[in-house]
């Protein structure tokens, strides 16, 4: 399995105007019209090569830190439109309260790897044999190519 953090891995969310803000007063439209952070025709080509190999691919994303409950479901709402859009092969989407452990959503399967940004959560998912994890940040389209080559 092959899960994708969302934002600051595929979608921008800290390049969009006044995002802090939004998601501190809790105003709806935060997640929804983000822009990618790369191509996505191939994040798209290589996915779906992924898939062809027998992978599954998921997301795991958190939701904004110490939001409602209403809010949350706003932002999940939006995180599945945005996904939907630009990803749609994706057959998984988990959106977890912040700080949650990633690792606890994820399903089992023999080999999982992760592609995030955050190097605390990277560090967090990886084990010895099972759990990977490629950083969103260092040309991150090179290291999924690298996966079809194996």
Not at 17 to 35: Q, T
Not at 59 to 65: G, H, K, N, Y
Request: hydrophobic share 40%; with cysteine; proline share 4%.
């Amino acid at each position: 399995r092959l899960y994708f953090d969302m934002d600051g891995t595929v979608a921008d969310l800290y390049g969009s105007d006044n995002w802090h803000y939004k998601l501190r007063n809790e105003i709806p439209g935060a997640f929804r019209n983000l822009k990618p952070l790369h191509d996505m025709k191939e994040l798209e080509r290589i996915c779906l090569a992924l898939i062809e190999q027998g992978w599954e691919l998921g997301i795991i994303t958190w939701l904004p830190m110490d939001a409602s409950h209403e809010y949350n479901q706003i932002c999940t709402a939006e995180k599945i439109e945005w996904a939907n859009e630009h990803m749609p092969y994706i057959t998984e989407i988990l959106a977890q309260v912040y700080g949650t452990p990633k690792h606890t959503a994820s399903k089992r399967a023999k080999i999982q790897i992760l592609v995030d940004d955050n190097d605390e959560v990277r560090e967090t998912w990886t084990t010895p044999v099972q759990r990977k994890a490629i950083d969103a940040k260092v040309n991150m389209l090179e290291e999924l190519e690298k996966l079809l080559n194996k």
